[in-house]
């Protein structure tokens, strides 16, 4: 074996302990719905964050209104 | 030490763009080193801001009541981080988790960057543009986006804290949940007692 493909080699078994360090997580029969969101999550999430988001905060102001108002008005004075 | 101090200052920089890019795989790595001095960095720069909010909630320039308020703060804020560590560490071990304190401290510390991010996001809009907001267009339509880019942050908190104890503790999501139930009504009453005392009206956990 070369330097090179002893290196690669050692860098494959270092990745692979990493990932086989943690059990997959499984969910029963909702394991591919799990598989499906966290795949989303684990490169850039904010994509799927700021929609989630937004549907929220349009969601709320549909539920109570111009109260939203008031509701920023106090988070706004929370720091 | 100053050495260690300013590399861990940058590994912090690069470690909180990971967090945005590529949240597991950066908690992953982030576990594994558990480099102490990275939190202290972190708590560094969380000192800068209760600096600037002593400043703005002061509104003053008084030597005494600006070091009082940012002692008073900057206190609370590290007794609700270090009663959030202990208490998700003994819990997740309870429950059969395998990591080390010192792996939950680093990785918790890293959670509060979003809050951090939150509190100058919040501290800004308040000093460019005060409450109360107005029923208006203007006013709803900024309210809407604030509670947006909030629970965007919020929803980051969440996912950073999961990844605690999915790589401090190696512990799966069912465990997870049951040491976040465990947890998050002890730091509730912690935060109720720092409302009540006048110290944070959102809790900086």
Redesign the interface.
């Known amino acids: 074996m070369t330097h090179e493909t002893n290196m690669t080699y050692s860098k494959f078994v270092k990745r692979w302990e990493e990932v086989v360090d943690i059990p997959p997580q499984t969910l029963g029969p909702l394991t591919p719905y799990y598989k499906k969101i966290v795949r989303r999550l684990k490169v850039m999430p904010w994509p799927e964050l700021v929609f989630c988001s937004l549907v929220l905060a349009i969601g709320l102001y549909l539920l109570i209104g111009s109260a939203i108002t008031f509701l920023v008005s106090l988070l706004q004075k929370g720091f | 030490m100053v050495d260690n101090f300013l590399v861990a200052i940058v590994s912090v920089a690069r470690t909180s763009v990971g967090l ?6 950066t908690y ?1 790595r982030l576990t ?1 080193k558990a480099n102490l001095w990275e939190a202290l960095s972190i708590w560094v720069i969380l000192a800068i801001y209760f600096a600037a ?1 002593s400043l703005v909630k002061t509104a003053a320039f008084l030597p005494f009541y600006l070091s009082r308020q940012f002692i008073v703060i900057f206190s609370a804020s590290v007794g609700g981080y270090l009663l959030a560590t202990v208490l998700l560490w003994v819990s997740a071990r309870i429950l059969g988790g395998k990591g080390s304190l010192r792996q939950v401290a680093v990785a918790w510390a890293y959670t509060l960057i979003p809050t951090l991010l939150w ?1 100058w996001f ?2 800004l ?2 000093l460019i543009l ?6 208006s267009v203007l ?2 339509g ?11 942050i919020l ?2 908190k969440i ?1 950073l804290s999961y990844l605690v104890l ?2 401090g503790m ?1 512990l ?2 069912l465990r997870i949940s049951i040491a976040f139930a465990i947890v998050i009504p002890i730091l509730t009453f912690y935060s109720v007692v720092m409302f009540r005392m006048g110290i ?3 809790p900086f956990i």
């Open positions: 945005i890019m590529r949240p597991y795989e992953r594994q909010v509190f919040a501290m809009l308040w005060p409450p109360p907001r107005t029923t006013g709803i900024f309210s809407i986006v604030f509670i947006a880019i909030s629970t965007a929803f980051w996912l999915r790589f190696r799966d999501l944070f009206k959102v």
